[in-house]
């Protein structure tokens, strides 16, 4: 059995992203397949409410990259969850314009509902990606996101 919600997500992005609004999938038929594929009801349903959850947050339009200079400090909870190559991973999406403040936020948030006991740089790519993808007026940024998670680019910090 697949444990846990993150392993859900990307099943689901990986394998209904490319599905068209045309072919919008009923979420019962959806939770059906992913039962059938060996996932948890209970991650399933807890799944569904992050994406719900996501899909609550607000759209900002593309905001300016250039200027910005805050340096964001973690919380004693979230540096015992984010491992430092996560957090390093996160600085250097914001440094390249990948995100803004905005969307550091929300993918922090996102990843923190995750549950995960450790939060890698795996996770945050995913997590990235998918907020990115929520996201009206992102499409380059997603672009470069998805570039990072399926390309792969390794990242190291030096």
Do not use: C
Request: hydrophobic share 45%; no cysteine; net charge negative.
């Amino acid at each position: 059995m697949k444990e846990t919600i993150f392993e859900v997500l990307v099943y689901l992005f990986e394998h209904y992203i490319d599905v068209g609004e045309e072919k919008v999938i009923e979420q019962g038929k959806l939770k059906t397949e992913l039962l059938e594929a060996g996932f948890t009801e209970n991650y399933v349903d807890r799944a569904f409410d992050w994406m719900d959850e996501l899909t609550l947050q607000p759209s900002a339009g593309v905001e300016n990259y250039i200027g910005q200079g805050s340096i964001r400090v973690y919380s004693a909870e979230e540096r015992l969850r984010f491992d430092v190559d996560a957090q390093g991973f996160l600085l250097f999406l914001e440094q390249a314009g990948i995100i803004d403040m905005t969307r550091r936020e929300l993918i922090i948030d996102r990843a923190m509902a995750l549950g995960d006991a450790v939060l890698t740089v795996d996770h945050v790519k995913w997590v990235a990606l998918m907020v990115l993808f929520s996201q009206s007026g992102m499409e380059g940024h997603y672009s470069q996101m998805e570039e990072l998670v399926y390309g792969d680019i390794p990242f190291e910090l030096h």
